[in-house]
């Protein structure tokens, strides 16, 4: 067992695709987890399959690395907006951050966000600039950025006073000085840690205590609790008090920065046992049979353990911690049961109770969803951190052998006390070439998004900084992409609740329909794409009801993809000409769910990605505008 003041507990926090998970590989291979004939994966930290293939860390995750008799504890969490709750838990159990920057970009929106957290927790970042070794990375510049960002976020004369590492985390090297030290290695970063990252404050004599994080789940054994223990020793089938908490305020008047009170109280007291206890050593989890303060340590026994419950010795009842805060959700879709004439086609789990027992099987150990029962009896209402969060739930979903329909998202609005509606805002980051900065500006002002400054770094490139309502970024990312020709970089945070905007047009373009069911056909699709952007290939099966395309113009349009060309008995010139058809936009899952209207859905099997009307018969859709008209 590793002494206390041996022991050091770090989470690596920077915004997304800023190097975490890389430099975490770089680490493995300096403190030699691995055997050198090892073969071992990149990113071997996402283990996750679609982390993997998007290149993004959507769970926490902790290991362990031995560095001349010290145990350093790293844990790498997401980057993404979306998964920022998470972070913020995660912040309780660790003693310091290594806060990685871009050479490049420099501080970026959830920079900001996760250095704020650790700020107000007391916890001194070390920073490391990274990316110093790429074309014109500007680490001097990137620095003295992140030090008026420091400035600005209220930080103490110690915390300004923060140690500098500058680096490649792909190539495996950190330095002190990026012009004197050779550039190889990683022993700088250990002699950093060690010297600067505090041991954990434990006093291992006094009875057991500490508190719930991170949540997951175990086959055969269940829900499982992980935090850092804050005080004495725990053996494996040990007496431990379960004390559940919550807070009494109201949350999203927080985001308003309103004076809300934080008072909280205990709402239960149980006896239980410590049935499992497993702990990390570099990336595994292993079983131990005792543990103590100042370790990570995962703990199961408590049947309904959750997020902020206190785990403490018998008869420390009255040492309750106060709960941590678990995000609320900003964005919501309904997840519907597949009526497509397709259906059941390409799934093995079709039916709403399918569905239901999928998503509370999500609920066990992602906290940040939401999940309601509607007036349907055919779907079920699905709320997040974002579009990003809830389309990852459904590609996991699609993946595991579901069929479902998902509407589009909408935001998720609050009224205070004297009737006026608020809504979720965000702060928008994007760096275009200067050439595009016009038609950025234009199409975000049209989504009422109001620019706050604007920056240029003298290479050709703008940064240009928005306020907008949640509902302004809604379908705005493929638009972007394609007016900056996939030169732009956009990123953005939750902030907050502010007024109601008003009424935002974010779709200027309607969809092409299809009225009838069979095979698209060339002859019907060359005549269909002069009208907008198609999203099918010839021979692809459609329905009535399906959307096959955009149209170019607002308003949607009917039309007959399967339709063949007639048959005579002469044959004149020209008339056999070569069809000429353009690819076909292939839309993703996040795609869709960007692309799609009010009034449409996303069909979600395990093979295929369609979009359609929410009502697929024309003349159902004629009566119900005409009952809207109306009323």
Not at 519 to 540: H, I, K, W
């Amino acid at each position: 067992m590793t002494a206390v003041e041996k022991i050091r507990n770090v989470a690596i926090i920077a915004h997304i695709d800023h190097g975490k998970t890389t430099l975490i590989d770089s680490i493995f291979r300096a403190a030699h987890v691995f055997r050198d004939n090892a073969l071992v994966a990149e990113r071997v930290m996402d283990n996750n399959e679609l982390e993997r293939e998007r290149g993004i860390t959507i769970r926490a995750k902790h290991c362990t690395v031995e560095w001349h008799g010290y145990r350093i504890n790293i844990i790498d969490t997401p980057g993404h907006a979306d998964f920022s709750g998470e972070v913020e838990r995660i912040l309780s159990m660790v003693d310091s951050v290594l806060l990685l920057v871009d050479a490049n970009e420099g501080p970026m929106p959830q920079t900001r966000y996760v250095l704020m957290r650790a700020l107000r927790l007391g916890l001194r970042p070390i920073v490391i600039v990274n990316k110093a070794d790429r074309p014109g990375a500007a680490p001097g510049r990137t620095l003295d950025l992140t030090f008026d960002l420091f400035v600005e976020l209220g930080a103490n004369d110690a915390q300004c006073d923060f140690p500098v590492l500058y680096g490649s985390g792909l190539q495996g090297w950190l330095v002190r000085d990026l012009a004197k030290d050779p550039h190889e290695g990683m022993n700088a970063l250990f002699e950093t840690i060690i010297e600067n990252v505090p041991a954990p404050s434990a006093n291992l004599d006094a009875p057991f205590l500490m508190q719930v994080s991170t949540l997951g789940w175990r086959n055969h054994i269940g829900r499982t609790g992980t935090g850092r223990v804050l005080q004495g020793r725990l053996t494996r089938g040990g007496a431990i008090a379960h004390i559940t908490t919550r807070r009494t305020g109201t949350q999203w008047l927080r985001h308003r920065g309103e004076d809300v009170s934080d008072d909280w109280e205990v709402t239960g007291v149980a006896d239980d046992r410590a049935v499992h206890l497993w702990v990390t050593r570099g990336i595994e989890t292993v079983a131990c049979g005792e543990v103590s303060a100042g370790d990570i340590v995962t703990i199961a026994g408590p049947k309904a353990i959750s997020i902020g419950d206190t785990l403490a010795a018998p008869g420390l009842e009255d040492c309750a911690l106060p709960p941590l805060d678990i995000e609320e959700p900003t964005v919501a879709m309904t997840v519907l049961v597949n009526t497509g004439p397709f259906a059941g086609q390409d799934g093995n789990a079709v039916t709403i109770r399918q569905i239901r027992t999928r998503l509370e099987r999500e609920l066990r150990t992602n906290v940040a969803l939401r999940v309601e029962e509607t007036n349907r009896g055919d779907g079920m209402k699905v709320s997040g951190r974002g579009e990003l969060h809830l389309a990852i739930l459904i590609e996991e979903m699609r993946r595991e052998g579901m069929e479902l329909c998902v509407s589009s998202p909408e935001i998720i609005t609050h009224h205070d006390a004297a009737g006026t509606l608020f809504e979720p805002f965000e702060e928008l980051v994007i760096d275009v070439p200067l050439e595009f900065q016009g038609t950025v500006i234009e199409k975000v002002a049209q989504r009422k998004g109001q620019l706050v400054s604007v920056e240029t770094n003298g290479a050709g490139m703008v940064r240009l900084e928005f306020a907008i309502a949640t509902r302004g970024l809604i379908g705005y990312r493929g638009e972007f992409l394609t007016d900056t020709r996939g030169l732009g970089i956009m990123a953005s945070r939750f902030t907050g609740y502010e007024r109601w905007s008003g009424p935002i047009i974010t779709r200027s373009r309607g969809s092409m329909i299809s009225m009838d069911t069979g095979e698209a056909t060339s002859y019907s699709l060359e005549n269909l794409q002069e009208r907008g952007t198609l999203f099918v290939s010839p021979m692809d099966p459609v329905y009535e009801g399906q959307i096959i395309g955009e149209n170019a113009r607002p308003g949607d349009l009917p039309c007959n993809p399967t339709k063949r060309k007639a048959l005579t008995n002469h044959r004149a010139a020209g008339k056999d000409h070569a069809i000429g058809l353009d690819v076909p936009r292939i839309l993703t899952l996040d795609a869709a769910l960007e692309w799609i209207a009010p009034d449409e859905l996303v069909e979600v099997t395990p093979r295929n990605i369609r979009v359609r009307k929410a009502v697929l018969s024309v003349e159902d859709r004629k009566r119900l505008h005409k009952r809207a008209a109306d009323e």
